[in-house]
């Protein structure tokens, strides 16, 4: 079926890395995304990779697409306070958008 | 440019009635997608529209509806509301379709059907 996986919540100490996996489901997928959204707001766009590429990296964020095992990988560098939020992947197969659930981010002090 | 523009940003209506809610893109986007997110099933496409026409649609029942005017404004309708309809409900505008190109959000409308 069509189901994009992630994991719900991800702690993380200020500083550390943050690392998001997602695993999707149709390997037609052009496009992978990463959304973030903030409390009370819409989604924003983080970055995207496309389905041939394997890393992309955009000043603190790295994203790993793994097109075997379908999953798809956010790294946050130097995770600060400021990055507390739930994050979105998306698969695009075929003619359509499918996010996933959505990891919460916590921030540790 | 200004970002994409949704209202109201929250509304409550009892069961039965009905409501619109309205969104305005981008300039120069023509391409407005809606979702509704909940916290059980997340973000769910529900349509999206192209240039006036309706391009593709989610599973949805038909009280949801949608349209989308010729300066790329769209409104979404809910007819005979129920409970489960409470929702966030936002939109989105894009250059090109929905999958192929990045999405642009507003922040959303709240609906609460009591």
């Known amino acids: 079926g069509e189901d994009v996986e992630q994991s719900l919540f991800l702690s993380v100490r200020e500083g550390d890395s943050s690392v998001i996996n997602c695993t999707y489901t149709?390997?037609?997928?052009?496009?992978l995304y990463w959304y973030k959204q903030e409390p009370g707001a819409g989604l924003q766009l983080l970055t995207y990779?496309?389905?041939?590429?394997d890393m992309k990296q955009d000043q603190r964020l790295t994203v790993l697409l793994n097109k075997k095992d379908k999953h798809l990988s956010l790294r946050i560098a130097d995770t600060q306070t400021g990055d507390s939020a739930i994050y979105f992947c998306?698969?695009?197969?075929?003619?359509?958008?499918?996010f996933g659930k959505g990891t919460r981010l916590h921030i540790l002090p | 440019k200004a970002g994409v523009t949704q209202t109201p940003r929250y509304l409550i209506k009892t069961r039965g009635q009905q409501v619109t809610l309205s969104c305005s893109p981008i300039?120069?986007?023509?391409?407005v997608s809606w979702y509704q997110q909940t916290p059980g099933q997340g973000l769910q496409f529900l349509f999206e529209?192209?240039?006036?026409?309706?391009?593709n649609k989610g599973n949805f029942p038909g009280r949801f509806s949608g349209r989308q005017f010729s300066n790329s404004r769209s409104e979404m309708n809910v007819s005979t509301l129920e409970l489960g309809d409470s929702a966030l409900y936002l939109c989105?505008?894009?250059?090109?379709?929905?999958?192929?190109?990045?999405?642009?959000f507003g922040n959303g409308t709240r609906l609460t059907v009591t």
């Open positions: 990779i496309f389905s041939n590429m």
């Open positions: 300039s120069g986007h023509r391409s």
């Open positions: 989105a505008s894009s250059e090109g379709s929905s999958y192929n190109s990045p999405l642009h």
């Open positions: 998306a698969e695009t197969p075929q003619d359509k958008i499918i």
């Open positions: 529209y192209f240039s006036e026409t309706q391009r």
């Open positions: 149709d390997s037609s997928s052009t496009y």
